[in-house]
């Protein structure tokens, strides 16, 4: 028994060395590199999928109107797929010269994301999902971490909005533990998803390795491992804030991890 003990020390000592070799190691590597705290020298293009969201996306895209970001370099373009509800007529009301409203037949999330990426301008392409709201400067933070050529995508933090339920908070709490974990993976550019909801990406990328891929369900995994394949950066931004709706029910939450997962 005092064998067993003894082995179990030695795993838990191992392991507690390795883990902090990695942060130390993350921390000291991230810390030689600058980088600036907000910018807006490069044309955005927010890109906002997005199918049923009738209940949403009237915030969502107000909220994307909200960022403090120069309007001479700035385009909204909201994507209905194919929605059976009333969310084209609502996103239609705010239609002008910054946002761009379009409908096309139902493909899935990453149709619509390539869709919009057809008709996008911007240097850079943010993908915002239509029942997420960012903070007021989280463009310019994202922006600010394009500090390089050789980076191209940002991510950033991201958190529930106004978590009530039991499962809403648990995943509160969960996203908040992965910030901490992107941030210290960014640190020896080994981040392995640019979550969909605000995540940016220089729009060269796609012009030259293809835009997602419309028949994978983690269009955002496989985007973020085919950047990394090519050996560019991807950085993250953890003061650059947004909160998505999270699944309310545990039923939900089994669809949306079972979908994860596979």
């Given at each position: ?196 909801a605000f995540s940016a990406y220089r729009k ?59």
């Amino acid at each position: 028994m005092v064998e067993f003990y003894t082995l179990v020390v030695y795993v838990l000592v191992y392991i507690g060395l390795f883990l902090l070799s990695f942060y130390l190691i993350s921390f000291f590597r991230s810390s030689r590199i600058h980088r600036p705290l907000m910018a807006h020298d490069l044309s955005v293009s927010i890109i906002i999928p997005a199918y049923n969201e009738a209940s949403c996306i009237e915030r969502t895209i107000k909220s994307a109107l909200a960022l403090d970001y120069p309007r001479n370099k700035l385009e909204i373009i909201v994507v209905d797929d194919g929605s059976r509800d009333k969310t084209y007529s609502i996103a239609k009301r705010y239609a002008s010269q910054i946002v761009k409203v379009f409908t096309k037949p139902n493909g899935g999330k990453g149709s619509a994301l390539n869709y919009g990426i057809a008709h996008a301008h911007g240097e850079i392409i943010v993908s915002m999902d239509a029942d997420t709201f960012a903070e007021r400067f989280a463009l310019q933070k994202l922006v600010a971490l394009f500090y390089h050529p050789d980076v191209m995508s940002v991510t950033s933090a991201m958190g529930v909005y106004k978590p009530k339920t039991i499962w809403q908070r648990v995943q509160h709490i969960e996203y908040y533990l992965s910030l901490f974990l992107r941030k210290t993976f960014a640190g020896v550019n080994a981040i392995y998803i640019t979550p969909g909801a605000f995540s940016a990406y220089r729009k060269v990328f796609f012009d030259k390795y293809g835009g997602y891929d419309e028949n994978n369900i983690t269009e955002d995994l496989e985007i973020a491992l085919r950047i990394q394949s090519h050996d560019y950066i991807i950085e993250n931004a953890p003061q650059a804030s947004f909160y998505t709706i999270a699944p309310a029910s545990f039923r939900e939450l089994l669809v949306q991890r079972r979908r994860w997962y596979t």
